[in-house]
Each structure stands twice: as structure tokens, then as C-alpha cells.
């Protein structure tokens, strides 16, 4: 099974579409920051989290939840703001902002991995200056090909020169 965490409108076909809305195409209903989520330990393969985990209180809370409803070696596909985007700021109801390194914090390697029970393994993590538009896809290509061949550099000396505007990542629950 795939899961559409915090969908809103953005309803996808074979997965099942979760909100805390009641929107149209919602099947689920459900305050995301309220756990447990209504769904049994292992019951997803795949994971998508669009613009959904900066408006969450406690990540390291709902990591585990979604780490506890994947099967092991399934994978959560998340997208966020990048915290130099200004739209991070805009935005009244986002309660947290991500850098490159925001989900090394729940791998086996993480200096403070004792702080948090969530184990999962980056099998990909990419910065997007424009967004994953076509425009921004054709806007980018050739910028995002150098800021991800040195993401800590990019980081540090030109965030907020040249700001991104998201960061992806693949995580495969361990």
C-alpha cells in the first residue's frame, strides 16, 4: 500500500489519501499530530510527504509514526521548503524549516541519533532552486547539477544569495 500524507487537494490515484480535512478525494480523516496514526505497523511500502513536515510540532514524533506504519525497507518520499526559501517565512503555519542535514538526524551515523528511536537510511537527498516544476526543473538544471554536486558548500556560503526552493529526500525505513 502507498500512503499520501497530508494530501489536501493533491489526490493520487492507488495511494491512500490522508488529510486532516475532509476534503474532497480524502479517504482518511485524521489530525497528523496526533499519534498513533489509524493505520496497523508495517501496513506501507511508500510513503509521500509533499509540503506536509514543516507543519508538524514535533518531526522526531511523527518519523517514528511513519517509520512505525512503513514495512522495513519501505520508503518515505519527502518534499519541504528549504529554510532560505522566503516562502519558509511566508507561510503563518509552518512550525519548522530543513536544511540538507535536517534528516541525518534519524540515521545510524547521526552524532545525536540516542535522541530519537526512528532509523532510516538517505538513499537520496537532492536541493531544488526553482522547485520541481517544469519551469523550474528547465530554470535549474544546470544550477541544480552544481549546488548538489557540493550541497554543504551551497549551504554555506550561498543559501541566501541564490535561495532554494525545496529540499527532496528519499528515506528507507530500517
Not at 518531526?59 to 518520499?77: N, Y
Not at 518534499?79 to 519558509?88: D, E, K, M, R
Request: charged share 25%; hydrophobic share 40%.
Amino acid at each position: 500500500m502507498k500512503l499520501n500524507l497530508g494530501c489536501g487537494r493533491d489526490i493520487r490515484a492507488g495511494y491512500v489519501n490522508l488529510d486532516s480535512r475532509k476534503l474532497k478525494g480524502v479517504d482518511v480523516v485524521h489530525d497528523l499530530e496526533k499519534v498513533p496514526y489509524p493505520f496497523k505497523d508495517g501496513s506501507f511500502d511508500e510513503i509521500v510527504a509533499s509540503h506536509v513536515l514543516e507543519h508538524m510540532a514535533d518531526l522526531a514524533k511523527v518519523m517514528q509514526e511513519l517509520c512505525r506504519i512503513s514495512k522495513k525497507g519501505g520508503r518515505i518520499h519527502a518534499i519541504v521548503p528549504y529554510f532560505s526559501n522566503p516562502g519558509s517565512f511566508g507561510d503563518p503555519t509552518h512550525k519548522r524549516f530543513f536544511t540538507y542535514e535536517t534528516f541525518d538526524y534519524f540515521t545510524e551515523n547521526s552524532a545525536l541519533s540516542y535522541y530519537s528511536k526512528v532509523r532510516v537510511k538517505i538513499v537520496n537527498k537532492r536541493i531544488h532552486l526553482f522547485g520541481r516544476s517544469s519551469a523550474g526543473k528547465l530554470l535549474g538544471f544546470l544550477p541544480n547539477i552544481i549546488i548538489n554536486l557540493v550541497p554543504r558548500f551551497y549551504q554555506r556560503f550561498f543559501a541566501y544569495v541564490l535561495p532554494a526552493s525545496e529540499l527532496e529526500v528519499v528515506l528507507e525505513v530500517v
